[in-house]
């Protein structure tokens, strides 16, 4: 992408009013269309939303294909896609703006301050899509799966809040459901190597972005595992 296209793209963004962004982790506030400051910690139902319908946060949500798509399957209920490149969510926003989908909206923060942007409880589940998987053991704490996030995330959910991962590495999969096994108060719910070898368990997992779609021309698995943590 062109930097004229990405600056472009980081202009309109700042007139979306689905889109509320972080410009410095080191003291968290957000943004809102037009450069407004705005507190929204504890209040994403009735000061965006405007309704009580449960939320879904997707975690480095990329170009914001699932969220989009997640909230056309479920319109009653809410999905705020997750990402820290404003390039990236330009196009799901953008997306759910012209079909007036006013149950998706985007936030552009790094996913370890996540904790300063909601209430305890206040997110029903999580998502987490094709991130990338650190391979590396030394970037092990990186993996949005670690013990590390995993605390992060109890900051934000419900008590037993539910939780996806749905990838293609094995390595991270596996990576994942130890981290489960490890952890007295995650319960694993399901879990499945090759989704597609058999009928979905879960009709959400049939929503396949552009790099699942690269994933499985390129003859690799889609592993899912659904579990709750405490």
Sequence with gaps: MSRKNKLRKFAEILDFPNVYECYNVQQPALVGAGMQEVELRGHWHDQHFGNAHPITLELACGGGEYTVALARQFPDRNFIGVDIKGNRIWK?????????????AFLRTRIEVIGAFFAPGEIDEIWITF?????RASKENRRLTSAYFLEKYREILRPGGLMHLKHDDPGFYQFTLDTIAADPRCQLLYANDDIYASPLAYPELGIR???ESMHLEAGKT?????FTIS
């Design 92 to 104: 799901g926003a953008k997306t759910a703006l012209e079909e007036n989908r006013t149950n998706a």
């Design 131 to 135: 991130p990338d998987p650190f391979p």
């Design 209 to 211: 972005t552009r790099y």
């Design 222 to 226: 889609i592993k899912y595992v659904r």
